[in-house]
């Protein structure tokens, strides 16, 4: 796998070795959050249940806004030859 995004070395940690990351956090910048609140049908709060299943997506996305790492990866494409660009 070849990921193209703006990722730090602490999150670069997490990822399986056999995924290639191109792309960085520019120096002094923080990664990009983002956050998944995910819920099943009849989930409860208070006096609120859930008529269904849903998920909410809350992001901040500096990078993937100004397409920072498009010209490193489109660089990166030509020697990994994939077989389908996702």
Not at 4 to 25: I, K
Request: charged content about 20%; aromatic content about 8%.
């Amino acid at each position: 796998v070849l990921l193209g995004g703006a990722v730090g070395t602490d999150m670069r940690a997490l990822f399986h070795p056999n995924v290639q990351v191109v792309g960085s956090v520019e120096d002094g910048g923080q990664e990009d959050v983002h956050l998944v609140l995910e819920y099943a049908k009849g989930d409860a709060v208070n006096n609120l249940v859930s008529p269904r299943a849903n998920r909410y997506y809350l992001n901040h996305d500096v990078y993937n806004a100004r397409l920072s790492v498009l010209e490193e990866f489109d660089q990166a494409l030509t020697t990994f030859n994939p077989n389908m660009v996702l």
